[in-house]
Every structure is written in structure tokens, then in C-alpha cells.
């Protein structure tokens, strides 16, 4: 089992950045892949960036690229996302999610995910 408890979302206007912090717990960091998935209403959730554990590659979504940037610390077993240029339509739940995976090969698809956070909203007003 595994853990994920994220936080640091909220109201920022637009141009603002925020960071999103999910810390797993349960078990070793090892052998888990992470992303952030965001979920409008009414809409599936999306992959926004992800992150491997072996190798530590990285996946942007084209809507965020340049903007959002994921990074791991293994010692802390936590993952980050760090939003820049924020814009309105940025505004969404956003989910930490982790892939058990021995073959480190990064997924993109929600259902790929083996363990959810209880999601974070954030707010980007214009």
C-alpha cells in the first residue's frame, strides 16, 4: 500500500506559480513512478507531468510544457510540481499519482496508476 498526501494548492492570479508537494509513505520510493494527473468537472483526469524512478525521465503534457516542471527527492519520498505562468484554464483538481513498476517505463494514462492522493484544487483567477 502507498500513501499520498498532497498540498500546496489554492487561489493564485494569473502569471502567479505555485508548487505542489505529494508525499508517499507505505513503502520504498523505489519502483514507483509519479505524476500529477489534473481533473476538470465533468472531464477524466489527465496526465499534467510524470516522473520515473529509474533513470528519473520525465513526461510533460504539451498544455503545461514550458510552464510546469516535476522533480523527486527519493529521500524525502516526495514529488513536486512546479506551476509557473499559471493561467485560468490551469484551474482544476490535481491529483499525485503512483505506478508500482519494475521496468521504470513512464505511463501516461490515469488508469495505469495504482495509488491516488485526494487531490488539491487549484484556483487560477484572471
Known amino acids: 500500500q502507498v500513501q499520498l498526501v498532497e498540498s500546496g494548492g489554492g487561489l493564485v492570479q494569473a502569471g502567479g506559480s505555485l508548487r505542489l508537494s505529494c508525499a508517499a509513505s507505505?513503502?520504498?520510493?523505489?519502483?514507483?513512478?509519479m505524476a500529477w494527473f489534473r481533473q476538470y468537472p465533468g472531464k477524466e483526469r489527465d496526465i499534467v507531468a510524470g516522473i520515473a524512478w529509474k533513470g528519473g525521465s520525465t513526461y510533460v503534457a504539451d498544455s503545461v510544457k514550458g510552464r510546469f516542471t516535476i522533480e523527486r527527492d527519493n529521500a524525502k519520498n516526495t514529488v513536486y510540481l512546479q506551476m509557473n505562468s499559471l493561467k485560468p484554464e490551469d484551474t482544476a483538481v490535481y491529483y499525485c499519482a503512483a505506478e508500482i513498476t519494475i521496468g521504470g517505463r513512464l505511463m501516461v494514462r490515469a488508469g495505469d496508476y495504482d495509488y491516488w492522493g485526494q487531490g488539491t484544487q487549484v484556483t487560477v483567477s484572471s
Open positions: 507505505g513503502r520504498t520510493f523505489n519502483f514507483t513512478n
